[in-house]
């Protein structure tokens, strides 16, 4: 078995924060999408209730997206799959655990068969 991963060292936010303009009241309200610190605050204020946590959960996915990588080839399983998510067990601490599947390559070869997977840890969602 091969494998790789990759932490990347880029801002690492838990949550993002976003503020919308409540007529009613004529003051700012704030919604937060994932949990925990360090904390990115959208400078935009959002016209409406609705408006601001897809725009906090969308920047949040943005944030998310692509931090950690994991490539692996290993013995072919062919219940692995993009979209799918795999369970990495025994690995060194930061890589067990799961992940989502970006791409998987089954091969028969001379080897034997094999998968190689390219995935990365799953996007954090949801708004508080």
Known sequence: ?????????????????????????????????????????LRQSYSTKDAAPRAANGKLAELTRGNHTFSVTMTGNPLIAAEGQIEAIGFRQGVSGRWSVKSARHQIAGGGFTTSVQAEKPKITGAG
């Open 1 to 41: 078995m091969k494998w790789s991963a990759t932490f990347a060292t880029r801002d690492e936010f838990k949550s993002v924060e976003a503020t919308w303009v409540n007529t009613a009241t004529g003051g700012e309200e704030t919604v937060t999408a994932g949990e925990g610190s360090p904390v990115k605050k």
